[in-house]
Nanobody, 129 residues
Framework: QLQIVESGGGLVQPGGSLRLSCSAS????????IGWFRQAPGKEREGVSC????????HYADSVKGRFTVSRDNAKKTIYLQMNSLKPEDTAVYYC??????????????????????WGQGTQVTVSS
């Protein structure tokens, strides 16, 4: 059974940090690019960061470069998003997405593929004082 579960969201003050985790069971993760997307109320979904299947290539949205770091542990079937220097505009529901199609990290982050993408339920991140 394919299952994606995000955790680690919460309320944090501006300038603070959070670490999101994504557990992806039922997948052979070594094959797939994985991405973190977010959606704030009234805004479109945004590809925040994506990481390649095995060689560690990463891609970041300009809005989070230098502040967020994505990593993965295929053996543990877990993907992480370390978020530092958080800003109020980072407030959103964050989703982990596994794309079961060969792609690149930039294409993954810049596009949606309803046929091949598997989404978790999301975790809320709120940055507020």
């Amino acid at each position: 059974q394919l299952q994606i579960v995000e955790s680690g969201g919460g309320l944090v003050q501006p300038g603070g940090s959070l670490r999101l985790s994504c557990s992806a069971s039922g997948f052979v993760l070594d094959y797939y690019v994985i991405g973190w997307f977010r959606q704030a109320p009234g805004k479109e979904r945004e590809g925040v960061s994506c990481i390649s299947a095995t060689d560690g290539t990463t891609h970041y949205a300009d809005s989070v470069k230098g502040r967020f770091t994505v990593s993965r542990d295929n053996a543990k079937k877990t993907i992480y998003l370390q978020m530092n220097s958080l800003k109020p505009e980072d407030t959103a529901v964050y989703y982990c997405v596994v794309r079961t199609q060969i792609t690149t990290v930039q294409v993954m982050c810049d596009t949606y593929n309803d046929e091949y993408d598997y989404w978790g339920q999301g975790t809320q991140v709120t940055v507020s004082s």
